[in-house]
């Protein structure tokens, strides 16, 4: 192949990816888990052998993700706190994913058309802004580096030269894509069906292949329920509730409406989105979703095209695991779409063969104009705070996390009018007092600071004590209790203010979640404050 030809789908790649996302060099810290994950976590403060025991021995907000961790780490010792070139890094892991994949897809589907389509979706696509601009989601591209390159070396062992080498090499690549994030672990079934549907091997002959990464799987997988359980400690208890049970259908096929909807008309983003509600119109949607799902399954059938069903199990695989089967925090991401969105567009490549024909090409050249403008401009929503949560509160305004979020940047550029008018919508607009906590906080901090016209610390330490008599989980208190201590330290109250910051800083040194460390060394301090 002429060198031209070979390397100009890249070029065009990376250059329409520049030209989309190319804003993330302009984005700041954002205060959604950025905080906990970079700007306050202590562990990037570590020296590396201590960095990298506690990155590999801790849990984070119930997942596990100790090379995303170690990849902040090497950020902060070589940048410092620098959002630039940390965002820099995600642009750049984005790239290589995107180029990766198409050089997988040019190679496994001999197709090189199809594969520029598939690899252009994924690199442009309004789902993929939220992956790609926001730091804390550097986990998704980490492990989709990674993914691509297990494929790539598992690939190459069917080759007469370097096969138990590319077989090590696909092995390395395939654990530390399931150490940055879950869906890596999935990555030995796609070997599975390389093997069984698309090079036609046997299976007993594979066996010897598969059940060291099925080995190594099942333990990553482990280790992810324990910090799953460590989390959600009635875990158990979600899991088996009879009521969520009766209507999980409804739920899951809701989410994959969700997500279609988004990949065929991506508008009106937001950083979080409505909880699920059952109604009628959500159950007849997930009946035309089910439909949908059967009709699927007879063309699989009726085409018996290998490379159909390896993009529809594709796309199965990676969402599966976020369609609330195991509860999740937030119903509905942009995010989880990164890897799924590369199976469906896969199966919609191989279900419409007209796609790839010249007028196909031609309709679906307009459709990526329009994806193009698209993420251009929700990329501008992730670049500060105040763009990203009014975003939010004008997409899903019963956001409890969303004013909350945008009360924080009044209250920290000194707009505490608007801050508080922020924190009594939370408090006064929602009955679940998981979702009023926040709130409890961030106005009592208001109310402590005697800049705000309303300065009052009786009401802060009112607010606090009422959030404190209100928390269900030990560890939903932390922040609370952590505040009425410096609070009652401020107010002259030395021995209510240590009782607190005591008994806290006992709780914080038997905490499985690492996520909330970053409030011990405040303790700390204030403890050694009050011993003067």
């Known amino acids: ?28 810290y954002v205060l959604w888990d950025d905080d906990a994950l970079i700007t306050n976590n202590v562990l990037l403060k570590m020296p590396f052998a201590e960095a990298f025991k506690t990155a590999t021995s801790v849990y984070y907000h119930g997942d596990y993700f100790p090379l995303t961790l170690m990849s902040y780490w090497f950020d902060a010792q070589v940048f410092g706190m620098n959002p630039l070139w940390q965002h820099l890094e995600n642009l750049f892991l984005h790239l290589l994913s995107v180029c990766l994949l198409f050089s997988f897809l040019s190679s496994f589907t001999k197709d090189r058309r199809i594969s520029f389509i598939i690899s252009l979706l994924f690199a442009i696509h309004p789902l993929q802004t939220e992956s790609v601009m926001w730091l804390s989601e550097r986990k998704s591209l980490l492990s989709a580096v990674f993914t691509f390159l297990s494929l790539i070396f598992y690939q190459k062992t069917y080759t007469e030269v370097g096969r138990v080498r590319n077989y090590i090499l696909a092995l390395v690549c395939f654990v ?5 994030k879950a869906t890596g672990l ?10 069984t549907f698309v090079l036609k091997k046997d299976l007993r002959r594979i066996s010897l292949k598969f059940i060291p990464m099925a080995l190594l ?11 799953y359980s460590a989390s959600v400690t009635e875990m158990s208890g979600v899991l088996w509730d009879s009521q969520r049970l009766l209507i999980l259908p409804v739920i899951t096929l809701n989410a994959v409406a969700f997500y279609l909807q988004k990949f065929f008309l991506p508008m009106n983003f937001s950083p ?10 959500t159950v007849v949607l997930a009946f035309i979703v089910a439909i949908m799902g059967i009709v699927a399954l007879w063309a699989l059938w009726r085409k018996k095209n290998f490379y159909f069903l390896f993009f529809i199990l594709w796309f199965v695989l990676f969402l599966l695991p976020v369609l609330q089967i195991i509860p999740r925090v937030n119903y509905v991401n942009d995010r989880y779409m990164y890897l799924p969105m590369i199976g469906f567009a896969g199966a919609l490549m191989y279900s419409i063969r007209w796609l790839s024909s ?9 459709w990526s104009l329009f994806l ?26 019963e956001s409890a996390i969303a004013h909350n979020n945008l009360g924080l940047e009044f209250q920290s550029s000194g707009d505490f009018s608007k801050a508080v008018e922020q924190y009594n919508l939370v408090l006064s607009g929602h009955e679940h007092i998981e979702k009023k906590l926040l709130a409890y906080v961030n106005l009592a901090t208001v109310y402590m600071n005697s800049r705000y016209e309303g300065y009052n610390q009786e009401k802060a330490a009112a607010l606090l004590t009422e959030g404190i008599q209100q928390v269900r989980r030990q560890r939903d208190s932390y922040e609370l209790r952590a505040n009425l201590g410096m609070l009652y330290r401020s107010m ?21 979640d690492y996520r909330f460390q970053w409030l011990k060394p405040i303790v700390e301090n204030q403890l050694q404050l009050l011993q003067k």
């Open 372 to 397: 193009i403008f698209q993420s251009y401009s929700f990329s501008k929503f992730w670049l500060d705070n105040r763009s990203l949560w009014s975003q939010a509160v004008l997409v899903t305004p």
């Open 217 to 227: 799987a099942g333990a990553m997988m482990l280790v992810r329920v324990q910090a």
């Open 186 to 195: 999935f990555i030995p079934i796609l070997f599975l069906l390389i093997d």
């Open 1 to 28: 192949m002429e060198p031209l030809k070979k390397y100009l789908p890249y070029v065009i790649l990376v250059i329409l990816v520049v030209a989309v996302f190319h804003q993330a060099l302009f984005a700041q």
């Open 272 to 281: 979080i989105y409505s909880d699920f509600a059952l109604t009628p119109v």
């Open 358 to 366: 010249k007028h196909g090409i031609a309709w679906i050249g307009l």
């Open 492 to 512: 002259g109250k030395p021995d209510e203010a240590r009782n607190i910051l005591l008994d806290l800083l006992k709780d914080l040194n038997t905490e499985s």
């Open 176 to 180: 530390l894509a399931g150490m940055a």
